[in-house]
């Protein structure tokens, strides 16, 4: 099953130093790139409907750069993650069965578009009604809003960049199903807890009103369940690999 299982410590130390060097001469290449691709995103979401009735202000003569380089790092590490992805893939795939590579490999371009999709619910769905309810709360107390563009983005990263992780929860459960980690079993008896963490979450992340914070569990809860119904499939699958494994050897053992 194993194409290492006679590796050294020292040889595995070695192997992954070598992945993380990749990834991160792939990073540098990919901080250049985004380089180029900076000015006209942060273009692109000051014009955005939530944004370009605002008046964005700069507090200190270091943040517009500050602005620059974070969304330079945040578009680097989207176009590094399927990197990081295959190298973890490629350093545990040889204690993998052959039919459990390929199907773990696929779950990289999964787990990028789950990424993507959790950065689209947040922006297009969650952070205008978030902008909206706080600036109604401003009026309402008669608030004038002076909007620092600092402040704004890192509220804007604070916001998204959570659910690009947290739509990823049913490739993260999938693959630790197929690893043996994790069981559909434990899953359900983790339930509650799972939902109550969920809940934390959903509270740390969205301002304290029922609607928005209802916009943002619910959709947690759903992914939850739908994670804990590709681990039954991935468990199933697993279990079938392994019983026809088990029947190959024992085929084998009788013919020799």
Known sequence: MSQREDMTLYEHIGELRKRLMFVVVFFVLAVIASFFLAEPLIRYLQGADEA???TMNAFRMTDP??????????IALIMTSPVILFQLWSFVSPGLYEKERKVTLSYIPFSLILF????????????PYVVDF????SDSLEIEQVIGINEYFHFLFQLTVPFGFLFQLPVVMLF???????????????RKIAYFL????AAFITPPDIVSHLMVTVPLFILYEISLWISKIGYKKALEAEQKLEQELYEQENRD
Not at 65 to 74: H, P
Not at 116 to 127: A, N, P, R
Not at 134 to 137: A, E, K, P, S
């Open 52 to 54: 370009k009735e605002l």
């Open 134 to 137: 706080m600036m109604t709360l």
């Open 116 to 127: 993507l999709g959790g950065l689209s619910f947040s922006y297009f769905i969650l952070f």
């Open 198 to 201: 969920l809940l934390v979450i």
């Open 176 to 190: 630790l199903t197929r690893l043996g980690i994790v069981t559909p079993m434990q899953m359900v008896k983790m």
């Open 65 to 74: 750069l500050k602005i620059y380089m974070e969304m330079m790092i945040f």
